[in-house]
């Protein structure tokens, strides 16, 4: 596989549930970010590990529990989300320094919470 | 005011024509410039940077206009393809972190 993979792509879940969003990373990159995007919105960064430590956390609720075992894969961890919670939620890639500019984004995860 | 603001649009563009659209932004201690582009229901990516001195890339010409904080892609003799919605992204050092507008969307029409 190569670039940025998501999984899953399409995901449905209540407000009581619990459940999980995987990113992995074939581009030896060491810095990996959540983003989320809502329909009409910039997308808001969300989370930032630099050498699987977070280096950012933008306000996020408690709801979102991120994590990073290595430098290749990300997680972020869902329980009792909200409604206004669904949104595209992509993660991305860089290097850590001068070019973190140059992130690599995978295809996304669309959450709808229902 | 918004750290990075955009005219959403559409932007509709009979092909081959010429379309150009500007960001603003508001921290004048932003330093780096870019444009990413994103297709319909994908991933943004990066199309290319934007220096002081303006630069291009084929079709595409890239502009920044730090007296008015602002930065400009023109599109020339647009192709289907081109249809997209373009999202201004700025950096400001310090925090290093990547500041995205809405987006243009383009809508490139036969």
Redesign the interface.
């Given at each position: 596989e190569t670039g940025v993979t998501q999984t899953p792509r399409h995901l449905v879940m209540g407000m009581t549930n619990k459940k999980s969003l995987k990113c992995e990373q074939h581009l030896g990159h060491n810095a990996m970010y959540w983003y989320k995007q809502s329909a009409?919105?910039?997308?808001e960064?969300m989370f930032?590990y630099n050498f699987k430590e977070q280096t950012?956390n933008n306000s996020v609720p408690s709801r979102f529990s991120p994590e990073c075992p290595n430098s290749s894969h990300l997680f972020l961890h869902l329980h009792t989300l909200q409604p206004e919670d669904s949104a595209l939620y992509?993660c991305a890639s860089s290097h850590s320094g001068g070019k973190?500019?140059?992130?690599?984004?995978?295809?996304?995860t669309r959450l709808t919470v229902t | 005011r918004k750290e990075?603001e955009q005219d959403?649009g559409p932007f509709n563009v009979p092909e081959g024509a010429t379309v150009a659209f500007n960001c603003t932004y508001s921290n004048s201690a932003s330093q780096?410039f870019?444009w990413y582009r994103q297709d319909c229901r994908?991933?943004?990516?990066?199309l290319m940077?934007v220096y002081s001195s303006g630069n291009e890339d084929g079709r595409f010409t890239a502009q920044l206009n730090r007296a008015s904080q602002y930065i400009s892609l023109l599109i020339r003799d647009s192709k289907l393809s081109d249809s997209a919605t373009y999202?201004c992204?700025v950096?400001t050092y310090g925090n290093?972190?990547?500041?995205?507008?809405?987006?243009n969307q383009v809508v490139v029409i036969p």
């Open positions: 009409k919105k910039p997308l960064l930032v950012e992509l973190t500019y140059e992130q690599y984004f995978g295809p996304g | 990075v959403p780096s870019f994908k991933e943004p990516k990066l940077s999202l992204v950096v290093n972190r990547l500041a995205f507008g809405k987006g």
